[in-house]
């Protein structure tokens, strides 16, 4: 009897936020990071509406602010596998490692094309600029100030979630 094949969920996996990162890293300033600041632009670039910015790349989900903390593991793992593909380098700095993307990481992106990559690098670009600057201490206190508020349109009567 043949095995079935089961299909890899492409949403979230490894390979997807490896992608994010990496786009992530070429459109910083200094094209370095944290690891909390990646966290952080990662979830604010599929999120962009929430931050009054353009409508968000992804569908909002009830309580998605908790989606920032949930990924650290996953992201963690797509670290290791773009370090592992020399497509990011670690930097040690005073405050702790920053990632930062090697000449093949840039030249890895050039082989995407498709409407969803292009979205991505739009809202990427807009975080950048809004919030590419910040420190991790700043982030952090944006994100605690903000973090209920994402996604809290579920639990009103109105419901304007589907204004995104």
């Known amino acids: 009897m043949e095995k079935v094949k089961t299909k890899n969920n492409v949403y979230n996996s490894n390979f997807e936020i490896a992608i994010r990162i990496l786009v992530i890293l070429l459109n910083l300033p200094l094209r370095k990071s944290s690891t909390y600041k990646l966290m952080v632009l990662d979830h604010i670039s599929l999120n962009t509406y929430d ?72 809202k990427v670009e807009w975080t950048s600029e809004k919030f590419g600057n910040l420190s991790d201490s700043d982030l952090k206190t944006f994100v605690n100030q903000n973090l209920s508020k994402w996604g809290e349109e579920f639990m009103t009567d109105g419901n304007q979630a589907n204004q995104v």
Request: net charge positive; no cysteine.
């Open 51 to 122: 931050v009054g910015g353009p409508a968000s790349l992804h569908a909002p989900i009830p309580n998605r602010g908790v989606q920032i903390y949930s990924r650290k593991e996953i992201l963690n793992e797509s670290i290791k596998l773009l370090i592992s593909k020399d497509l990011i380098r670690i930097n040690p700095s005073k405050n702790g490692l920053l990632y930062e993307i090697t000449e093949n990481g840039i030249n890895y992106l050039k082989y995407f094309e498709s409407k969803y990559f292009n979205q991505l690098k739009n």
